[in-house]
C-alpha cells in the first residue's frame, strides 16, 4: 500500500465531502446516504429479523407507488448512496426501476440492497436492469448468508441456504459482463450463529468469493426474542479479525481508497463500544443519513419516532426533513435513550463515520 495515493485519495473525498457540506448552510439538504425500505412484505420468517412486527401484520398503509417515487426524487438533491432494503425488496417487481430514479434524477454513485436470495430469477434479471440502465454507476447486493447450511436454515428455514446459494452462483456470472457490480456477503450474527461465524467466513472467503462481507449485530426486536442479542463479543471480534486478514490481501490500488475500510471501521466501532459499554462515534443520523419507509413515513433513523409522512407533504423530502419535528428530533440524537448504546450499521454508522470526531480509517484500540 502506498500511503501517499492513501492520503490523496482521502484529500479527494473530504473535498467531495466539503462541497457537499455546503448545501447544509442555510437548511438542512438531501442526507448523503439514505435508507429506503421499499417493502414490507418479506417471503421468510427468520429469527433474528427486527422488522416483524411490520412484516407479519402488514396493514399499516399501502406502500408508496413508482410515481411516488419519482415524484420524491424530484424533490430531493443528489445524494451519494441509497440503501435499498425490506421485506424482501425483490418482491417488488418494479424495484429495478425505483432504483434507477435516484440514479437518474439524483446521481445516486452506490445503490446498495441485500436480498434472502430466495428468489433466484426475479433477483438476477431485476439486477440485471439495475446494471444495464446506469452503467457508470454502481450497484452492490448483499446476499444474506449467516453460517453454514444446517445453521443457516435453522435461522431462516429450510431449504433457504441451498436457494440463497443458488442465486449467489446465479448472480456471480453477471460480474463477468458489467464491472458496476459488487456482490457480497451479509450475515446478522446472533447466539444461533455466533459460534461458526469465523469459520463459516474463512470458508465463504475461499469457495464463494465475496467481493466484501457486511457483518450485522442483530439488533432491536428480534422476532426470537431479546436472547438472541446477547453475543460474546469475543466472537464478533474473531469474526473481523478473519474479515481484515482477507481485506489486506487486496490489490495495492484498493487498499490505497479510503472507502475500502468503511465496514471494517463500522464493526471495530461496534466491537469497542459494546466492550466499554458505550457507543464510540458521535451520530449524524438526522443531518448525513435519513430513512424513509415503504409507507412514506421518514425519519432520521429507523430507531427513532418519524418525523411526518411524505403523502401529508405533496411527497416533498426538502419540505418534511425541514419540518420542526425535525429538528427536534436531530436534537434528540446522541442523548435519546436508543442512541445511548447504538449498533445501528447503515443509519447510525455508515452516515457517520466519514465526519469528525469520527475516522474512516479506524484502528481497533490495543487490550
Known amino acids: 500500500m502506498n500511503v501517499d495515493h492513501y492520503n490523496q485519495n482521502m484529500a479527494k473525498l473530504n473535498f ?45 398503509k399501502d406502500g408508496m407507488t413508482i410515481d ?36 437518474k434524477n439524483n446521481k445516486m454513485m452506490l445503490a446498495d440492497s441485500a436480498s434472502n436470495g430466495q428468489l433466484t430469477h426475479r433477483i438476477v434479471s431485476q439486477v440485471e436492469k439495475i ?8 450497484y452492490s447486493l448483499g446476499i444474506s448468508l449467516d453460517g453454514f447450511k444446517d445453521t443457516h436454515n435453522e435461522i431462516r428455514g429450510v431449504g433457504t441456504f441451498e436457494r440463497a446459494l443458488e442465486t449467489w452462483n446465479a448472480c456471480q456470472t453477471l460480474k463477468k459482463y458489467y464491472p ?7 450475515s446478522a450474527m446472533n447466539t444461533i450463529n455466533e459460534n461458526e461465524m469465523s469459520a463459516f467466513f474463512d470458508w465463504a472467503m475461499v469457495h464463494l468469493k465475496p467481493d466484501k462481507i457486511s457483518l450485522i449485530k442483530t439488533r432491536q426486536d428480534p422476532r426470537a426474542g431479546e436472547d438472541i ?62 430513512f424513509i419507509d415503504y409507507n412514506g413515513d421518514v425519519g432520521v433513523c429507523e430507531v427513532l419516532p418519524s418525523i411526518g409522512n411524505l403523502r401529508d407533504y405533496n411527497m416533498d423530502f426538502q419540505e418534511l426533513w ?45 487490550r
Open 16 to 60: 467531495y465531502l466539503e462541497k457537499y457540506n455546503a448545501r447544509h448552510s442555510i437548511q438542512k439538504g438531501t442526507p448523503l446516504i439514505i435508507s429506503f425500505l421499499v417493502t414490507n412484505k418479506c417471503n421468510l420468517r427468520c429469527k433474528h429479523c427486527f422488522y416483524h412486527e411490520t412484516i407479519d401484520t402488514g396493514n399499516v
Open 131 to 138: 446494471l444495464q440502465a446506469a452503467p457508470r454507476q454502481s
Open 68 to 103: 411516488e417515487y419519482r415524484q420524491l426524487s424530484l424533490s430531493m438533491d443528489n445524494f451519494l448512496t441509497g440503501i435499498f432494503c425490506g421485506g424482501e425488496p425483490f418482491l417488488r417487481e418494479d424495484f429495478h426501476e425505483i432504483i434507477h430514479i435516484f440514479q
Open 322 to 366: 425541514n419540518n420542526r419535528a425535525a429538528n427536534e428530533r436531530r436534537n434528540e440524537v446522541n442523548c435519546n435513550q436508543h442512541c445511548l448504546q447504538c449498533t445501528h450499521e447503515s443509519e447510525g454508522l455508515l452516515p457517520s463515520v466519514y465526519f469528525s470526531p469520527n475516522s474512516l480509517k479506524y484502528e481497533r484500540a490495543e
Open 229 to 290: 442479542k446477547a453475543i460474546n463479543m469475543e466472537n464478533y471480534l474473531s469474526c473481523l479479525k478473519t474479515i481484515e486478514k482477507y481485506m489486506h490481501q487486496l490489490e495495492p490500488s484498493a487498499l490505497e481508497k479510503p472507502q475500502t475500510y468503511l465496514l471494517s471501521s463500522v464493526n471495530n466501532y461496534i466491537y469497542e463500544g459494546e466492550r466499554c459499554g458505550n457507543k464510540l462515534f458521535t451520530c449524524y443520523a438526522g443531518h448525513h443519513g435519513g
Open 180 to 186: 458496476n457490480f459488487e456482490l457480497y456477503i451479509c
